[in-house]
């Protein structure tokens, strides 16, 4: 079954604890995205990756890394994190540039004590 | 930059009658929209998209929705709601400024329907 995996799905951490996201997918996708999802703001990005070693930065990357060392994973990475980032998180691939419609992993509900 | 916005937060509609979920876009050359809709504790899934061609975009679960380039809209429709239905709805734009690509999305609009 094509699917976009993100564990944990639930984390409660604490204020600079660093923690891992992981993201995969079994569509040989290139291209994969980090959102975060709050009330009132709807998904905002904070990190994509066009291929394997090549990322950039979203719309609100702060406080966040990423790497895409394999094609079908990318891990958000959070060295430091703080209370603002308590968020449910999304990852996201697709194809390619040229293809146009995104598969959604289940979501990670984070918060930061 | 590419932008959509939705401005119902919440839509109300008895099972069975038509809904209508608004989406208006701004954006510069031509548009790419999407629809999305979010069930609880799910991840998003796609409904459908426009790119170009008929105005009227049929997608999954009997949903389509309207482009109307005049009123820079994008509304998601469907002529009988169901009570499963119920869902957030997303409203989404393809942007390629700055060169990047991803999607912006609006806000969300909740979907209730009631028998």
């Known amino acids: 079954e094509a699917q976009v995996t993100q564990n944990p799905r639930y984390l409660i951490t604490v204020t600079g604890k660093k923690l891992t996201v992981t993201c995969s997918q079994n569509?040989?996708?290139?291209?994969m995205s980090w959102y975060r999802q709050d009330p009132g703001l709807g998904l905002r990005q904070i990190y994509y990756s066009m291929n394997v070693e090549v990322t950039d930065k979203g719309d609100v990357p702060e406080g966040y890394k990423v790497s895409r060392k394999e094609k079908r994973n990318f891990p958000l990475i959070l060295e430091s994190p703080s209370p603002n980032q308590t968020s449910l998180y999304f990852c996201a691939s697709r194809g390619g540039i040229s293809t146009d419609t995104q598969y959604f992993g289940p979501g990670t509900r984070l918060t930061v004590l | 930059a590419q932008s959509v916005a939705q401005p119902e937060d919440q839509v109300n509609v008895a099972e069975g009658n038509p809904l209508t979920v608004k989406c208006t876009y701004s954006?510069?050359?031509?548009?790419?929209l999407f629809w999305y809709v979010q069930y609880p504790n799910r991840g998003l899934q796609f409904l459908l998209k426009?790119?170009?061609?008929?105005?009227l975009v049929k997608g999954s679960y009997g949903f389509e929705a309207e482009f109307n380039k005049s009123q820079t809209s994008f509304h998601l429709k469907k002529p009988s709601a169901l009570v499963s239905d119920s869902a957030l709805y997303f409203c989404a734009v393809r942007d390629f400024t700055g060169g990047g690509n991803k999607l912006t999305f609006g806000t969300g609009t909740q979907l209730k329907v009631e028998l």
């Open positions: 954006v510069s050359g031509n548009p790419y």
């Open positions: 426009y790119i170009t061609g008929d105005n």
């Open positions: 569509m040989n996708h290139e291209y």
